[in-house]
């Protein structure tokens, strides 16, 4: 049974960088079929994807248009776990922000597709001074 | 970009009852859509997979259905514990929301 736990601070003043920590438990960050996921929630935006990291042979990020400018998502091996840094940020980045797993899906025609299975337990992040 | 669109916004059906939900795709997404359940303060669960697979321990009672840009969830006899809110996501590339279904008792 795959488990992912969160950390970080609930609180970020406007312009700073908004840090969280997804802990995995019951599978790998290297994992050569999952990909690890920062997903956020907010009234005003729904949920909104915002990027991946995951292990084929080599490391792969994607990133949301809307903000790859300004995230950075980061495997660390070391303790089986990924971060989420997201910079400048304003009172628009206020959300529930969940780590997520896309489980190791199917693959056809050269392309793999990978549904999101397993979900963190979601963390408020408020941007306010 | 694809634009996920579900329909309709809130949804007010009986316990026992049937309910339906929708979920409508701008371009095809061949049959790479799931249906999550979310509840206050929880997060989202996964109840399918492949427009139409029931993810590890669902009830029956939840069945999805179809493929390309036109897909529905449907719970055939609905227990208190089902009043939640539904997303679709389609996973063609990344993931991608619809903005969800509210299903309330009536």
């Known amino acids: 049974q795959v488990q992912l736990q969160q950390s970080g601070p609930g609180l970020v003043k406007p312009s700073q960088t908004l840090s969280l920590t997804c802990a995995i438990s019951g599978d790998s960050v290297s994992s050569n079929s999952a990909a690890w996921n920062w997903i956020r929630q907010s009234p005003s935006r729904g949920l909104e994807w915002l990027g991946r990291t995951y292990y084929r042979s080599k490391w792969y990020n994607d990133y949301a248009v809307s903000v790859k400018s300004r995230i950075t998502i980061n495997p660390d091996t070391s303790k089986n776990q990924f971060s989420l840094q997201l910079n400048s940020v304003t009172p628009e980045d206020t959300a529930v922000y969940y780590c997520a797993r896309e489980g190791p899906g199917y693959c056809s025609g050269g392309s793999c597709y990978q549904w999101v299975d397993y979900w963190g337990q979601g963390t408020l992040v408020t941007v306010s001074s | 970009e694809i634009v996920m669109t579900q329909s309709p916004a809130t949804l007010s059906v009986s316990p026992g009852e049937r309910a339906t939900l929708s979920c409508r795709a701008s371009?095809?997404?061949?049959?790479?859509l799931a249906w999550y359940q979310q509840k206050p303060g929880q997060a989202p669960r996964l109840l399918i997979y492949?427009?139409?697979t029931r993810a590890t321990g669902i009830p029956a009672r939840f069945s999805g259905s179809g493929s390309g840009t036109e897909f529905t969830l449907t719970i055939s006899s609905l227990q208190s514990e089902d009043f939640a809110v539904y997303y679709c996501q389609q996973y063609n590339n990344w993931p991608l929301f619809g903005q969800g279904t509210k299903l309330e008792i009536k």
């Open positions: 492949g427009a139409s």
């Open positions: 371009q095809s997404v061949s049959s790479n």
